[in-house]
């Protein structure tokens, strides 16, 4: 069974910094292609980053271009997402996702190409 557990968010102010981290187990972690998404208040669920399952490739969408960074430790089994410059519209619910089995995409950007999902970590910027 596929967990994973998301931390790190919280109340920071505009202009902050933040890393989120997603552990996760029950899967050969390297062989995925793992993402971020976020969800904020009366809004559907956003792409926010994807790295490849090697690292070596990444896609961003284009609103956190130069402020977040996605990264990921296959030995640790964990994928992180470094947000600099926070500001009040990247408020929202985080989620860390994993690509569906099987899945040929080097860097899936949609919803639909993740079979695995967290629970999710709230993060909130402050004007």
């Known amino acids: 069974q596929v967990q994973l557990v998301e931390s790190g968010g919280g109340l920071v102010q505009a202009g902050d910094s933040l890393t989120l981290s997603c552990a996760a187990s029950?899967?050969?972690?390297?062989?995925?292609?793992m993402g971020w998404f976020r969800q904020a208040p009366g809004k559907e669920r956003e792409f926010v980053a994807v790295?490849?399952?090697?690292?070596?490739?990444?896609y961003y969408v284009d609103s956190v271009k130069g402020r977040f960074t996605i990264s990921r430790d296959n030995a640790k089994n964990t994928v992180y997402l470094q947000m600099n410059s926070l500001k009040p519209e990247d408020t929202a619910v985080y989620y860390c996702?994993?690509?569906?089995?099987?899945?040929?995409?080097?860097?899936?950007?949609?919803?639909?190409?993740?079979?695995?999902w967290g629970q999710g970590t709230q993060v909130t910027v402050s004007s």
């Open positions: 996702a994993a690509a569906a089995k099987g899945l040929m995409l080097i860097t899936p950007n949609e919803p639909k190409h993740f079979g695995s």
């Open positions: 029950g899967l050969t972690f390297s062989t995925y292609p």
């Open positions: 790295v490849s399952r090697s690292a070596s490739n990444t």
